[in-house]
């Protein structure tokens, strides 16, 4: 059974920061493409950042320069660290899995998400 938990979110000012963690389980971390997606309330889901499995990191143009994703493969976990934060980037935040369980099925796999609030 594969779990993704995340954890970080909260309440911040804008020009704040926060870090999330999403810490996985059931699936081949290393060899997995993990992502962060988030939905803003009468949004559509969007793609903020992903890391591959080699280690290749690309970002939304409406956090570059201000997100960082990040993995601890010892860990099984991924991280976005978010600076400078807006008001626009309030949202619920997903982590994904895009991998292989160790039961070898292939999937795509969401956490539960963990909501981001920015506001004074």
């Known amino acids: 059974q594969v779990q993704l938990v995340e954890s970080g979110g909260g309440l911040v000012q804008p020009g704040g920061s926060l870090r999330l963690s999403c810490a996985a389980s059931?699936?081949?971390?290393?060899?997995?493409?993990m992502s962060w997606y988030r939905r803003a309330p009468g949004k559509q889901r969007e793609l903020v950042a992903t890391?591959?499995?080699?280690?290749?990191?690309d970002y939304a143009n409406s956090v570059k320069g201000r997100f960082t994703i990040s993995r601890d493969i010892f860990k099984s976990t991924v991280y976005l660290q978010m600076n400078s934060l807006k008001p626009e980037d309030t949202a619920v935040y997903y982590c994904t899995a895009d991998g292989t369980t160790r039961t070898g099925t292939r999937g795509d796999f969401w956490g539960q998400g963990t909501q981001v609030t920015v506001s004074s």
């Open positions: 890391i591959t499995s080699g280690g290749g990191v």
């Open positions: 059931g699936i081949i971390f290393g060899l997995s493409t």
